[in-house]
Nanobody
Framework: QERLQESGPGLVKVSQTLSLTCTVSGGSITTNSYYWNWVRQTPATGLEWIGAVTYSGFADYDPALRSRAFISIDAPKNQFTLHLSSVTPGDTAVYYC??????????????????WGQGTQVTVDT
């Protein structure tokens, strides 16, 4: 069974770059038609889609975050990583990695994805 697991720092300082890694087990990150997403959630904003990539080179990001977000894939490690630069307190959230087969940018709940991680809390410290 496919499993996704987020890892990374729980606390980052304002203006730093946040890097979170998602490790995929029980499945291959190189599978065609799979989209690998990063999303985040707060009680105030709900689920916010950050971006998605595929192994074949597709990439898409939320327009509001496009200038600061980048997702890379490490196929040998079966991992993908979110890099979010110039963080502010507004980036404080629970971050999730998730997988879908298309349309993930429009989802409003985690349950709509085919699989997702348990989430990791990130706090931006002023």
């Amino acid at each position: 069974q496919e499993r996704l697991q987020e890892s990374g720092p729980g606390l980052v300082k304002v203006s730093q770059t946040l890097s979170l890694t998602c490790t995929v087990s029980g499945g291959s990150i190189t599978t065609n038609s799979y989209y690998w997403n990063w999303v985040r959630q707060t009680p105030a904003t709900g689920l916010e889609w950050i971006g998605a990539v595929t192994y074949s080179g597709f990439a898409d990001y939320d327009p509001a975050l496009r200038s600061r977000a980048f997702i890379s894939i490490d196929a040998p490690k079966n991992q993908f990583t979110l890099h979010l630069s110039s963080v502010t307190p507004g980036d404080t959230a629970v971050y999730y990695c998730a997988r879908d087969r298309g349309g993930g940018k429009f989802y409003t709940t985690l349950y709509e994805y085919d699989s997702w991680g348990q989430g990791t809390q990130v706090t931006v410290d002023t």
